[in-house]
């Protein structure tokens, strides 16, 4: 079993700022891609910011700009720092980890989840 924990979610006014973490944990060989994805009420999750092994990274057009995602390799993390934050960017936040585990086997997983909350 890979696990994922999230933390950094919160109440913030529109301009602040927030930083979210996801740590993975198991059994875990290699991580290929590492991803943050959001839920607002009523809408479909979407993708916003996804950073695969090599450092590659690829952000939603309504972020670009204000979020960066990265990660730790040797902590099997992933951060998204988001800056500029708008009332819309409200949503539950979701982290999504894919790659292999020690006995060859690949994974896909996803966080728990943690609300953000933009005020205006």
């Known amino acids: 079993q890979v696990q994922l924990v999230e933390s950094g979610g919160g109440l913030v006014q529109a301009g602040g700022s927030l930083r979210l973490s996801c740590a993975a944990s198991?059994?875990?060989?290699?991580?290929?891609?590492m991803g943050w994805y959001r839920q607002a009420p009523g809408k479909e999750r979407e993708l916003v910011a996804i950073?695969?092994?090599?450092?590659?990274?690829n952000y939603a057009d309504s972020v670009l700009g204000r979020f960066t995602i990265s990660r730790d390799n040797v902590k099997n993390t992933v951060y998204l720092q988001m800056n500029s934050l708008k009332p819309e960017d409200t949503a539950v936040y979701y982290c999504?980890?894919?790659?292999?585990?020690?006995?060859?086997?690949?994974?896909?997983?996803w966080g728990q989840g943690t609300q953000v909350t933009v005020s205006s």
């Open positions: 950073i695969i092994s090599g450092g590659s990274t």
């Open positions: 999504s980890v894919a790659g292999r585990r020690v006995f060859g086997t690949t994974f896909a997983s």
């Open positions: 198991g059994s875990i060989l290699s991580i290929a891609t």
